[in-house]
């Protein structure tokens, strides 16, 4: 517990990391503030379990791989979020100086993300961005602000699963399952391929895109001009389904066995999409299939 800061000298490098076999639970209380006030330097959290906020300053290059910033920093015997409303990253009120900072998340869980669109980026690879509900109203999972009416920072997404809306400068995203609405503000720039996200996001180009490609397909199939009445059962049909979606459970944002086969199957390389693309669960299906019939 208590207030922690961590102030990194000029081409610093700081890493902290979880012994093998321990699980180091921070619940810092206030703010964990990590700052680099005379230049450019560089954070790794490795393996830790944080309850609360980490609050950057200055040319930060802030790396979390393997953790988790816990969804509403900690939660209720119930299994609810104790404060839905608290972010987990976010950009401290008295800077003036983030140009250069940079964060990148790899394998881990986190809550709200707020930072602004004039940092250097936000790179989030094969974790889960979860944003949530405030009294029944979703909360933006990336933006400047909690009102989501400035963008974040230039974003890179792959095999990543977001719960809330998301509003950034630019976007790249691959084998990405945005359950919210998306809204990038430069889209002359970026790419969006084999993921999904509700059809009123306002995109860079989209390639292999759901329920895009599915309903064009449906379309297809049905004939022009209006099947405006099947579609509408089409975009209920193709859209994510979990086996929970709640942080703590045991299949926390684990595709259910009855998601549309188009997100089941969606990755480029016939993978799920989100963040368990990597577990290559339906080649592993398949793989087990052939083996049985082989041996049976």
């Not at 059809?199 to 329920?211: A, G, H, N």
Request: net charge negative; glycine share 8%.
């Amino acid at each position: 517990g208590g207030f922690i800061t961590v102030e990194l000298p000029q081409d610093g490098r700081l890493v902290i990391q979880a012994a093998d076999g321990f699980r180091p639970h921070v619940h810092p209380v206030g703010r964990w503030f990590i700052s680099a006030p005379h230049g450019d330097a560089e954070i790794t959290l490795n393996g830790l379990l944080v309850e609360g906020r980490l609050e950057l300053c200055g040319d930060v290059k802030l790396i979390i791989q393997h953790s988790t910033l816990a969804p509403g920093r900690m939660l209720n015997e119930d299994g609810s979020a104790r404060f839905p409303d608290l972010d987990s990253l976010v950009l401290a009120d008295d800077c003036d100086e983030f140009a250069d900072l940079a964060v990148t998340i790899d394998k881990s869980i986190v809550g709200p993300i707020r930072l602004p669109s004039g940092c250097e980026g936000l790179t989030i690879r094969d974790s889960i961005v979860d944003a949530p509900k405030v009294e029944g109203v979703g909360q933006p999972a990336i933006a400047a602000n909690d009102d989501a009416d400035k963008p974040g920072p230039p974003t890179t997404i792959d095999r990543v699963t977001l719960w809330g809306r998301v509003y950034v400068k630019e976007l790249t995203a691959s084998e990405a399952i945005f359950n919210n609405r998306v809204r990038v503000e430069r889209r002359q720039s970026g790419c969006l391929r084999f993921s999904y996200a509700p059809e009123t996001s306002v995109t860079p180009r989209r390639y292999q895109w759901q329920p895009d490609l599915a309903l064009e397909k449906e379309a297809k199939r049905l004939g022009y001009p209006s099947v405006d009445d099947l579609l509408t059962q089409e975009r209920a049909r193709v859209r994510p389904a979990y086996t929970s979606v709640h942080y703590g459970d045991p299949a926390y944002g684990q595709l259910s066995h009855n998601c549309a086969e188009e997100i089941r199957i969606g990755a480029a390389d016939g993978a799920e999409m989100g963040a368990f693309s990597s577990l290559k669960q339906p080649q592993r299906e398949t793989n087990l299939r052939i083996r049985l019939e082989e041996y049976l």
